[in-house]
Each structure stands twice: as structure tokens, then as C-alpha cells.
Nanobody, 121 residues
Framework: QVRLVESGGGSVRTGGSLRLSCSVS????????MGWYRQPPGKQREFVAK???????VYAEFVKGRFTISRDNAKNTVFLQMNNLKSEDTAVYYC???????????????WGKGTLVTVSS
């Protein structure tokens, strides 16, 4: 069973930075896409960023220029460097990997349990 463990969350002030990590284990097949969603308080989960195995990246518009996603394939880990954090970035951040055995859309994501990021003024 694939397991994802996020770390690096915490509380920071507006303008501060955090680096999230997500370590993946238990995968017997190569992972293509890895990335992050977030769920602000009282809101639906929203896409943040993703990165393919070869390095191609996609970012949500609201994090462009502030967040950087990267991965270390040797360590089976994906990172999210978050700079110039705003109060609107407060959310539980969830790591995901593409399910290599997915056959339908609702099977595409394998999720971590999340890590809380709180940004205060």
C-alpha cells in the first residue's frame, strides 16, 4: 500500500517561508505526477501545484511566483517551497501522487494525511 507522509507545516507570520516535504513509500510502480492540494478552513480542497517525473510543473495561479515545487526521485520525495506567505495560504496542505494503477478519474489521487500551515499577520 502506498503511504504518503507530509512534514514541514507550522505557524509563520505574513511574508515568511515554509518548506513542505512529502515522503512516499510502499509504491511498487514508478510514480509519475506528484504534487499538493490545500484545504483552507471552511472551504473546498483546491489544487496548488504538481510536478511530473521528468520535471514539468503546473501551478495554481494564486501561488505563481511565490511557491516552487520540486522532487527528489532518488529519495521518493516531493517538496513545496513556500515564500512570501499570505494569510490566505492558511490551510491543511495535502500531498498526492498519481495512482499508477488508476483506471478511473476518482482513483487518480493517492493522498497523504495533511500538514497544517497557519499564516498570521
Amino acid at each position: 500500500q502506498v503511504r504518503l507522509v507530509e512534514s514541514g507545516g507550522g505557524s509563520v507570520r505574513t511574508g515568511g517561508s515554509l518548506r513542505l516535504s512529502c515522503s512516499v513509500s510502499g509504491n511498487d510502480l514508478k510514480i509519475n505526477e506528484m504534487g499538493w492540494y490545500r484545504q483552507p478552513p471552511g472551504k473546498q480542497r483546491e489544487f496548488v501545484a504538481k510536478i511530473a517525473s521528468e520535471g514539468a510543473t503546473v501551478y495554481a495561479e494564486f501561488v505563481k511566483g511565490r511557491f516552487t515545487i520540486s522532487r527528489d526521485n532518488a529519495k521518493n520525495t516531493v517538496f513545496l517551497q513556500m515564500n512570501n506567505l499570505k494569510s490566505e495560504d492558511t490551510a491543511v496542505y495535502y500531498c498526492f501522487v498519481e495512482n499508477p494503477r488508476a483506471t478511473t478519474r476518482d482513483q487518480y489521487h493517492i493522498w497523504g494525511k495533511g500538514t497544517l500551515v497557519t499564516v498570521s499577520s
